[in-house]
């Protein structure tokens, strides 16, 4: 992993993204720098590339992986995954991205499998942008600034709060119980509540309930 560094979001959009979008029939730099601000609100690493595998632009969740998970963004503006057999999967996917086709990247970072979409990019009218997306499966289930905007939003109680984050982590109820230091009963009285207040019959549904939230960037990240 030479010249590799873990980057910081940068203070300004690189005058790169900005020379890419006015050699490529996509909308004005506004509406460019608009659609950027929008990714930076969204919680999934999104990166854009040219057809060659050169960075156009990073949003804040993927300089946050590059910062805290694993430093894939180069300092020459490049995409460099943690495995040689990742690398050359990318490699292909590139080309496929070029012939228009959407593939599948799987990658393992410190024993944890994700999964890297990498998406062509159409132009206007139909026409090939000559742009990739890079887009990486989420780390968390429900972040937790996202927890505590739904819990406001459900009108849930800190406790129960807390018992739905821990359920989000995949531990059973008797597991919770003991980790907070409460009887079973009070935990499952707890979920049975969060049940009712979402409207969810039974605790599978109510994790699926909180997979399909929105993957809202946290307010502090974009502050």
Known sequence: ?????ALTPPPARPQASVDSVRSTPWPCVAQSAALAAALDEVDQAAVLMDSEGRLVHANRAAYAWNRCVHPWLTEDGRVHLPTSQARQDLAQALLLARRGRRSLVTLCWQ??????????????RGTDSGLVLLLLGRVDLCPTLTLELVGHTWGLTASELRVLRALCTDLQPAVVARRFGVSITTVRSQISSIRAKTGTQSIRELLCL????????PVLAAA
Not at 1 to 5: K, L, P, Q, S, T
Not at 111 to 119: E, N, S
Not at 210 to 217: I, T
Request: proline content about 11%; charged content about 5%.
């Open 111 to 124: 024993q944890v499998t994700r999964c890297l979409a990498v998406l062509p990019l159409q132009g206007m």
């Open 1 to 5: 992993m030479d010249n590799i560094a």
């Open 210 to 217: 909180v997979s399909q939230l929105p993957p809202m960037a």
